[in-house]
């Protein structure tokens, strides 16, 4: 039997619904949720990334400002306006929307965003947040992974869990949360040998390498969770993930499609992560 799917744009509208009524009470409360997003350059992909944010902050009742700057600005101008947006009491969340022009270090830039606003949890402190268990920012896209995994019913703890893909965004930091949540957790890379040894063994795969078919069909436990992070086009141009979608749909017992699954999860996720920051800010006042 065809597995079933876990649909990204149906979780995130019922996880949206809630971030509205949140987004509400706080507004209520004189704290309505702001998000900085900052567009360096014309890249046609980012302008398409800022606008879907933009609209889904503005949908959930969110105070959102898009600043849209030259591919020429330097890095000095760019860290004087996030040091701004750091004591800017009416934003709580600051989001730079990455590639950024070669001439500006990405890293330095990141770690320009004071802790407390960085909902993109890109930042080392945010990693070492999420490393070491404490309540700080998970980055959006293996948080919003974690949140389709949970949402197929299955208990987590005591699953064998397969990440494929080691990056500082999505891998690493998936890992780490299937680990909180009691999974044993294999890594695995582009110098692994024999990827279907371990996949063929695990109850959850989370594929996030950025290339197309590298888990098929043949390569799947059957009955197990497929998460496909990767966006990638076939030969046709059309989108389609890191997984053989035709084959693994046959062997999974769930699986995210390519498109209408991490994706929509992803912005989703920056929106629970800006009202959160909202949120401790308002605590945190009241503690005064």
Do not use: W
């Amino acid at each position: 039997m065809p597995a079933q799917l876990i649909n990204g744009n149906a979780l995130s509208q019922q996880l949206r619904a809630d971030c509205a009524q949140r987004a509400a009470a706080l507004t209520a409360q004189g704290m309505q949720p702001g998000l900085a997003v900052i567009l360096v350059g014309e890249d046609p992909a980012s302008q398409v990334y800022v606008r879907n944010k933009v609209k889904a902050c503005l949908d959930a009742g969110l105070h959102s400002v898009k600043e849209d700057y030259p591919a020429d600005m330097t890095e000095e101008a760019l860290l004087a306006r996030i040091a701004a947006l750091n004591e800017d009491p009416s934003i709580h969340g600051i989001l730079v929307q990455m590639p950024l022009p070669k001439h500006i270090n990405p890293s330095r830039i990141i770690e320009a965003i004071a802790t407390h606003k960085d909902v993109d949890g890109y930042s080392v402190l945010s990693a070492g947040e999420v490393m070491t268990g404490l309540p700080g920012f998970r980055p959006c896209t293996p948080y919003g992974c974690m949140k389709m995994i949970e949402s197929t019913g299955v208990d987590i703890r005591g699953k064998h869990a397969v990440v494929i893909g080691r990056s500082n965004t999505v891998g690493k930091p998936m890992a780490l949360m299937l680990l909180q949540a009691n999974a044993t957790v294999t890594i695995c890379h582009s110098a692994t040998p024999d990827l279907a040894l371990y996949t063929r063994q695990a109850d959850i795969v989370v594929a996030a390498v950025g290339r197309r078919n590298t888990l098929t069909g043949d390569m799947i436990k059957p009955g197990a969770i497929v998460v496909d992070v990767g966006i990638n086009r076939d030969e046709a141009g059309k989108l389609c993930g890191d997984v053989d979608f035709a084959s693994a749909v046959e062997v999974a017992g769930y699986i995210s499609p390519v498109p209408g699954g991490v994706g929509p999860m992803t912005i989703t996720m920056l929106l629970i992560n800006t009202i959160e920051a909202a949120e401790r800010r308002l605590a945190s006042q009241a503690a005064r």
